[in-house]
């Protein structure tokens, strides 16, 4: 396995978690960094480069992001956005594998890239429903601000330091597993 293949997972993975937290933080940015030729992408992803792709995916960044400070519509987007994170890790993933056959592209960009979105927007959905539980809600903006904060440096750590920022999603598995087994005692 080559230098570039690993650093390609890397990113991938951190692409990967920032989608467990904004689906469609790490899309824009991931496409805003093709158009630049700061990275390279998968050969049947370049559409990610094009400049309605960065337009679309901009939108809809910015109508998810600020979606989460609506109450009662965060509840929403949080019951559908572990599937959509999924799919959204799963992409990043497929997109930033180069030179690898279909079949290990496939089945790294699901198992990695969707596990890993699924399991951050698990912790993220729990997070921001004690928070709701506890506060009734008016915690939840500091959460959401919280979370595209992470979403975007982890974004822009992936995409120029892809090593670090493979480290910094260990090091927010090991802090939730930590923080998890701390609730449950």
Same mark, same amino acid.
């Given at each position: 396995m #080559?230098i570039?293949?690993?650093i390609?997972?890397?990113? *991938?993975?951190?692409? /990967?978690? +920032?989608?467990g937290?904004?689906v469609?933080?790490?899309?824009f940015?991931? #496409?805003?960094? +093709?158009?630049? %030729?700061?990275? &390279?992408?998968?050969?049947?992803?370049?559409?990610?480069?094009e400049?309605? /792709?960065?337009? $679309?995916?901009?939108? $809809?960044m910015?109508?998810?992001?600020?979606?989460?400070?609506? &109450?009662?519509v965060? #509840?929403?987007?949080d019951?559908?956005?572990?599937?959509l994170?999924?799919i959204?890790?799963?992409a @990043?993933?497929a997109?930033?594998?180069?030179d690898?056959?279909?079949?290990?592209?496939?089945?790294l $960009?699901?198992i990695?890239?969707?596990g890993?979105?699924?399991?951050? %927007?698990?912790?993220?959905?729990?997070?921001?429903?004690?928070?709701?539980?506890?506060? *009734?809600?008016? *915690? %939840?903006?500091? @959460? +959401?601000t @919280?979370?595209?904060?992470? $979403?975007t @440096?982890? +974004?822009?750590?992936?995409?120029?330091? &892809?090593v670090?920022?493979?480290?910094?999603v260990?090091?927010?598995?090991?802090? *939730?597993?930590?923080?998890?087994?701390?609730?449950?005692?």
């Amino acid at each position: 396995m #080559s230098i570039e293949t690993i650093i390609s997972i890397c990113l *991938g993975i951190g692409l /990967a978690a +920032s989608a467990g937290f904004r689906v469609f933080v790490p899309l824009f940015i991931l #496409s805003l960094a +093709s158009y630049f %030729n700061w990275i &390279p992408v998968n050969e049947s992803w370049s559409w990610l480069s094009e400049t309605p /792709a960065i337009i $679309a995916l901009g939108m $809809a960044m910015v109508f998810e992001v600020l979606a989460y400070y609506i &109450p009662f519509v965060d #509840s929403i987007l949080d019951s559908i956005a572990i599937p959509l994170a999924t799919i959204a890790g799963t992409a @990043v993933m497929a997109s930033t594998l180069i030179d690898l056959s279909p079949l290990f592209t496939w089945g790294l $960009a699901i198992i990695a890239g969707g596990g890993t979105a699924a399991a951050i %927007n698990s912790a993220t959905a729990a997070t921001r429903l004690t928070s709701t539980a506890t506060t *009734g809600g008016l *915690g %939840n903006p500091i @959460v +959401s601000t @919280v979370e595209t904060g992470t $979403a975007t @440096v982890m +974004s822009f750590a992936s995409i120029f330091i &892809p090593v670090i920022a493979f480290v910094l999603v260990l090091f927010i598995f090991f802090v *939730g597993i930590k923080l998890f087994r701390k609730i449950i005692k």
